[in-house]
């Protein structure tokens, strides 16, 4: 997940967080230029920014205990550069880079890892003579080498 992506799914959380914390609160509209960002909040499932997601889960899980409360998310255009969502956007997009204690354990960070090691071993694997067989098609490119 991109940096531009995590600082609107912080920011979608920090606005419901505090919306639902805020006395006689019964509607929240949101205005967002990335629809995905909003659906990926209200989505507590394995993926990266879960933490945010929970969170917003949560806040609005104990909002909505009191009924009659809704929760409208509505696209806007960055390029349209409407008044308060532009302003917004603007702010967001001048945060620094999204960090964290444990960035390195990221459900992205760990598939990026597990990729890597199974494509070393692939490679490892290859390159043993008794691994390929003797049926094994070494392909060449046009000087006679080994690809």
Not at 8 to 13: D, E, G, Q, R, V
Not at 30 to 48: G, K
Request: proline letters at 3%; charged letters at 15%.
């Amino acid at each position: 997940m991109g940096a531009s992506k995590v600082h609107k799914l912080y920011a979608i959380h920090a606005a419901i967080v505090k919306a639902c914390s805020l006395p006689d609160v019964n509607n929240i509209t949101l205005f967002t230029d990335l629809i995905a960002s909003a659906r990926r909040a209200m989505n507590p499932s394995v993926h990266s920014g879960q933490g945010h997601s929970l969170a917003v889960c949560r806040a609005l899980e104990q909002w909505f205990a009191n009924g009659g409360r809704s929760v409208t998310f509505v696209m806007v255009h960055s390029q349209f550069e409407w008044g308060p969502h532009h302003e917004a956007h603007e702010f967001v997009r001048g945060l620094p880079p999204v960090g964290g204690r444990r960035m390195s354990t990221s459900l992205n960070s760990l598939r990026k890892k597990a990729t890597a090691t199974c494509l070393d071993s692939l490679s490892t694997m290859f390159q043993n003579e008794k691994y390929q067989g003797h049926n094994f098609l070494l392909l060449q490119n046009l000087d006679g080498g080994i690809v």
